[in-house]
């Protein structure tokens, strides 16, 4: 018959369209992804070029191969995608893993720095390419002041991602650390008022006074707005986590879930959106940690630290790819002198800035802080996406984009390479981050007792007063409404793997692991005798046994989150929770082998734990007659 | 206290220049001093026993203990006072000035180590100049959490300590040698890797404040 051609069955087909998106987006994160691991392959590069550099070289490169074949980038890095979903993670990260003790120590300063230190920069090299642009050499005369102080905004907001790939490397002195890291964080909130404010002025043709006034005004709600928003959010994720303890497979999603509506409510009303992050980090993470079981807490950091990794990776990436395929404009005069003002107004700043701020600082910054401090100055990814999301009426938008590339690459490239070499030669106060001898840590902890009690001898609070407050209030109402009340499990989990760590350490002293219960006393006057000989083998093992239960059992100061880690580098878990020791104390009490006379009252719950309780009474015979003599390992 | 502040700073221009005190910072310490004191002129164990705050800190002992000791008089005497007077206070409260820009080198080192020496002073109950296994355990017991960890341990941790001091110091001990103690120098030696410049200081209040009870 005459119909057409019947087709058959297809057995194989292929539909593109459908899953371009997804698609094409993984390929592109698994591409940065391999570049990470590519560059790990030569360890010596690593250390000299941060890797910052080294993404954007590879996306230069990949940017350069498009390019040729006439392929047009993803339209991935529009300044929404940017803002909406590469942004937030990386700030999250940084707010949620802050070191709090040094930063609530230094906000005064942070915020100086922030505030203070970004209008500065602004206003200052708006100013000056304003005078440059009236000379008419470089044929810019027609960006005017308002385009001029826009344009210097983008690009004197200092950057957090590439500041912290730098800084981290180098290991800097905390002070110095937390104040570059917190202005980056913080000087978010100017840099949205300034950035809105100019933007709107450049529509308009004149400016009056009143403009001005309402943009201090602007200040104060996108400033203070972030920061209450941020913290409400904070509280009410902490409130949510103390009923979560039967769907413990979901805890995680609600810190990211809470997080990110913070930001996204902050992006709604247009105020400081990454304060609002941060913030809500910042107060949620102390209550959270406490209510959600272990897992969660540690599913929670690493979710944190991969989510910002691979954000990171992929902007500096595409950062390198746009740079090639963006439609530039190029002109001499204004880019050279665009980087030859943010070089001196930053320097200028710093210094004025520092010798305003130093006579109210316990620890002075000296010149060399202040170096690091200029020039760690990094600008990055916020500025790239500023300058996309400029306004297309303003004229010399493609010029403004293109300065701006180069100020990106010029200081992470340059200043990146080099910084370390630099903050080296010129030794910068760095940071010691070891505590790898029993005796520091032991002493590290004897000063702060010490000092906690010299303070409260002489009844000088100083900046701890406020802290202390604040730590009143926060035991008596807040704990009480945020955090979960029953702990009775976890106290028995603490109390199993302290005695597993006892067991650990008697093993080195009964080398036939004799659990014969032999009376105290004994033991104790054989002690006796070889007191002063400390002559036994100390295995690596029970070394980090020790500092295992040094910093778990240590009296504590003050309520210790996670101190100044590595940026790329999962916080350690060994700092025990002060809470659980203290309300179970008691239970411990009774389990004490001194008093196995008097049998514990609490039975064992399977065969494993008894094992443990059983062999934790044999701890006696430790050191009894089992002298060794021979050096000790030291574990590193 | 209605009356107008002793202004004892300005009275004795002596002390300033011992301790490194501002006159505003000995008039605060001052009025501290007989807040504690109960308005007389010296001060007893008692008195610092009484301070409720101390009360939590787990080596309570110890920081009262060092303000009566000789040796943190900058005098080369040992063993321990009575009672002492506000000019021993303050000379013990100037231990823990911060350190100022103007400071040299030197200066800073002189500092740190004095901060060590008090410290040192801290372990050395017995004034011998050396910190024996003894004196040393005790404070480690104090540090760890009394009742929630075991004596034992506590053994263990300054026993590891200990060596670790010997074997940084004196490399070549053989198995038989008998390590004595911990003198200072070995004492800086290995805590040479503390970084106390940014913690062990307070910042003396330098207006003058108005106390509202005890504290």
């Known amino acids: 018959a005459g119909e057409s051609e019947k087709s058959n069955l297809p057995v194989f087909t292929m539909n593109y369209p459908r899953i371009q998106i997804p698609f094409e987006i993984t390929l592109w994160m698994l591409l940065a992804s391999f570049a990470k691991i590519g560059f790990h392959v030569y360890p010596k590069i690593t250390f000299w070029v941060p890797e910052s550099c080294l993404l954007v070289s590879i996306g230069l490169i990949v940017g350069g191969i498009m390019y040729s074949v006439n392929e047009k980038p993803p339209a991935v890095l529009t300044s929404n995608v940017f803002f909406l979903y590469m942004l937030p993670p990386i700030v999250l990260d940084s707010g949620y893993f802050m070191p709090t003790r040094p930063f609530f120590e230094n906000v005064g300063t942070v915020l100086w720095f922030a505030v203070v230190g970004t209008l500065w920069n602004s206003i200052g090299i708006g100013m000056s390419l304003f005078a440059i642009c009236q000379i008419e050499a470089f044929g810019v005369q027609d960006i005017n002041l308002q385009e001029n102080l826009l344009f210097a905004t983008i690009i004197s907001a200092v950057d957090p991602v590439a500041v912290l790939s730098v800084f981290e490397d180098v290991s800097v002195n905390e002070q110095l650390y937390i104040v570059v890291f917190g202005e980056c964080l913080f000087n978010d909130a100017v840099t949205v008022v300034l950035y809105s404010m100019f933007s709107f002025v450049t529509e308009m043709p004149v400016v009056e006074p009143v403009d001005m006034f309402l943009g201090v005004a602007t200040f104060l709600v996108v400033g203070l707005g972030g920061m209450g928003f941020g913290i409400l959010f904070g509280f009410v994720a902490a409130f949510t986590t103390r009923f979560t303890s039967k769907v413990q497979e979901i805890e995680p999603l609600f810190i990211f879930m809470y997080s990110y509506l913070a930001y996204l409510v902050a992006e709604l009303f247009a105020i400081s959106s990454i304060m609002a992050i941060v913030c809500c980090a910042l107060t949620m993470k102390y209550y959270v940690e406490e209510n959600v079981s272990q897992r969660s807490c540690t599913t929670i950091r690493h979710v944190v630290k991969m989510l910002s990794a691979i954000s990171e990776t992929l902007i500096f990436f595409f950062l390198g790819v746009v740079t090639i395929t963006t439609e530039h404009e190029w002109n001499w005069g204004y880019i050279l002198f665009t980087l030859l003002f943010a070089f001196i107004w930053r320097g200028l700043g710093i210094l004025v800035l520092t010798q305003i701020i130093n006579p109210f600082r316990t620890i002075p910054f000296n010149t060399k802080d202040q170096f690091g401090m200029a020039y760690g100055g990094l600008r990055g990814a916020i500025s790239f996406a500023l300058a996309f999301t400029l306004p297309d009426n303003i004229a010399r938008k493609h010029l403004f984009v293109t300065a701006t590339i180069v100020i990106i690459l010029f200081t992470v490239f340059l200043q990146g390479i080099s910084i370390r070499p630099l903050i080296e030669f010129i030794n910068v106060r760095r940071t010691n981050r070891k505590t790898d001898t029993i005796n520091i840590e032991i002493h590290t902890r004897l000063m702060e007792h010490t000092m906690a009690g010299i303070e409260d001898l002489c009844g000088q609070w100083s900046h701890y007063y406020w802290k202390d407050k604040f730590m009143k209030f926060n035991n008596r109402i807040l704990r009480r409404i945020l955090l979960r009340d029953n702990r009775a499990e976890s106290s028995i989990v603490a109390l199993y793997k302290k005695l597993e760590l006892q067991n650990a350490i008697e093993i080195l002293d009964t080398a036939s692991g004799d659990i014969s219960a032999a009376p105290s006393i004994i033991s104790l006057q054989e002690e006796k005798k070889n007191s002063t000989k400390p002559k036994k083998k100390f295995l690596a093992a029970d070394l980090k046994n020790m500092h295992d239960i040094l910093s778990k059992n240590m009296y504590k100061i003050r309520e210790r989150t996670v101190s100044y880690t590595s940026k790329h580098a999962l916080p350690n878990d060994n700092q025990r929770r002060e809470i659980l020791i203290r309300r179970h104390s008691s239970i411990r009490r009774s389990l004490r082998p001194g008093s196995f006379q008097t049998r514990v009252s609490m039975k064992p719950n399977n065969a494993q734990e008894a094992g443990i309780l059983h062999r934790g009474r044999g701890m006696l015979k430790a050191g009894s007659d089992k002298v060794k003599k021979v050096q000790a390992e030291f574990c590193k | ?215």
């Open chain 2, 1 to 215: 206290m209605g009356a107008a502040p002793t202004r004892i700073g300005q009275q004795d221009p002596e002390l300033v220049e011992r301790t490194g005190f501002s006159p505003e910072q000995i008039n605060n310490l001052h009025k501290r001093f007989l807040q504690l004191s109960g308005n007389k002129d010296t001060i007893s164990r008692e008195n610092l026993n009484d301070i409720p705050a101390l009360a939590y800190n787990p080596i309570k002992s110890q920081i009262i203990e060092a303000f009566f000791d000789k040796r943190n008089q900058h005098d080369s005497e040992v063993g321990s006072l009575e009672e002492i007077t506000f000019q021993q206070f303050l000379m013990v409260m100037s231990h823990f000035r911060p350190p100022t820009l103007e400071m040299t080198a030197e200066e800073k080192e002189a500092m740190r180590k004095e901060k060590l020496r008090f410290l040192f002073n801290m372990h050395d109950t017995d004034g011998d100049g050396k910190i024996t296994l003894e004196e040393y355990r005790k404070v480690v017991e104090e540090l760890l959490s009394s009742g929630s960890i075991e004596q034992e341990s506590a053994k263990e941790i300054t026993d590891a300590a200990m060596l670790e001091v010997a074997s940084t110091n004196v490399p070549h001990m053989g198995p038989e040698d008998f390590y004595e103690g911990i003198t200072f120098e070995h004492f800086e030696q290995i805590l040479k890797g503390l970084e106390m410049e940014s913690r062990m200081h307070i910042r003396f209040l330098d207006t003058a404040t108005v106390h509202c009870g005890k504290s």
